[in-house]
């Protein structure tokens, strides 16, 4: 049965691969947006043929403005929208705030509309950090915001979606909400407004890192990231109410990235690094080089998320990590951006 979805952040990375498969669903999507002029030429350039099946809302996260209007007459929300910079900010409410206050304003005004089902775009950044000493975790664990090196994204993640189920489960019982949390989101990209994780990956192949640190991340297509919303939407909503749903096929170190794509892309992977980056290295730039303020908590940590639960509800299976990461080097070269 077709539905009418609203997508926050239509013109993110997630947020427009969700868009698509809505649209080849059948579905009618409405979407929102910071700037109705500047970004729906380029939606309707991607999706020329959607008509009136897709509607672009001006709406911010931290303004009431246009809300109204873009979750009226529909049966679904996925909140994807949410501040995710490549550097560390100066303060970290400059993420908590807008990321939990957008969460909480989206809830509101999809509750008013009528909406029946609502799917967060969480993170595994709201499930893996702040534990010492865990390097395995699934659907049940927190971060806990107060544990030690646990950056403004991943507090600001966490606080969002623990807001928003609270608000939901006290206000709108009626309403299904779940979360989708996905770790490193990677895959084929349709411009050159990249993702913070598909930087990593052209940083990588264009020899703007030099030297690996010695970090891991955990790998998802954003195919299947956009696949979960979906089903979760499409899903019996007594099946995914309250539900969490990571989605990661697999953990790797950044060598062990580097090793697929010389062996899946060799002909792109030319300037990729061998030489791992000591990690005294990491701790000297860290309190003069923003990027390396992350890095500087991952080294050496496993954080291994277990996305049986998602498989389990949902019914899904995952593009696998090595094939994920050779779709996103083949598309930035057909894009031009390495």
């Known amino acids: 049965m077709a539905k009418t979805v609203l997508v926050t952040g239509g013109t993110g990375y997630i947020g427009g691969e969700l868009i698509d498969q809505l649209l080849a669903g059948g579905h009618t999507v409405h979407t929102t947006v910071r700037d109705s002029a500047r970004s729906e030429p380029r939606l309707r ?74 799917v967060l ?3 595994a950044a709201a499930i893996a950090y702040g534990q010492k000493g865990q390097t395995n975790f699934d659907h049940t664990d927190w971060t ?47 411009n050159d407004d990249l993702s913070t994780s598909i930087l990593i990956i052209k940083m990588m192949m264009n020899g703007s890192i030099p030297l690996m640190p010695d970090m891991g991340i955990g790998v998802i297509d954003v195919r299947d990231v956009a696949r979960a919303h979906v089903l979760a939407i499409m899903a019996d909503p007594d099946t995914i109410r309250g539900g969490r749903f990571p989605v990661q096929d697999e ?68 593009i696998p990590a090595a094939q994920c990461l050779e779709d996103t080097a083949r598309s930035l070269k057909k894009h031009g951006l390495i």
């Open 144 to 190: 806990n915001v107060n544990g030690d090196n646990v950056p403004p994204y991943h507090k600001s993640k966490t606080i969002a979606e623990l807001e928003a189920r609270d608000w939901a489960e006290k206000n709108a019982p009626d309403m299904a909400f779940c979360s989708v949390n996905p770790v490193a989101v990677f895959g084929p990209v349709e």
């Open 45 to 118: 350039n991607r999706w020329p043929d959607a008509g009136d099946r897709l509607y672009v809302f001006q709406a911010d996260l931290e303004n009431d403005a246009g809300w109204g209007h873009a979750t009226a007459g529909c049966d679904a929300v996925a909140h994807v929208a949410s501040p995710f910079p490549v550097e560390v900010p100066d303060h970290e409410d400059e993420l908590i705030v807008p990321a939990r206050d957008g969460a909480l304003r989206a809830l509101r005004f999809a509750h008013e509309a009528g909406v029946t089902t609502f």
């Open 121 to 123: 775009t969480s993170s």
């Open 251 to 318: 953990f790797l170190w950044m060598r062990e990235i580097g090793d697929i794509l010389r062996e899946r892309v060799p002909d792109l992977a030319r300037k990729v690094a061998k030489r791992k980056m000591p990690n005294f290295m990491v701790k000297t730039l860290a309190p003069v080089v923003k990027e390396m303020k992350q890095i500087r908590g991952e080294l050496g940590r496993v954080r291994d998320v277990d996305s049986s639960n998602t498989k389990d509800v949902l019914g899904m299976d995952f």
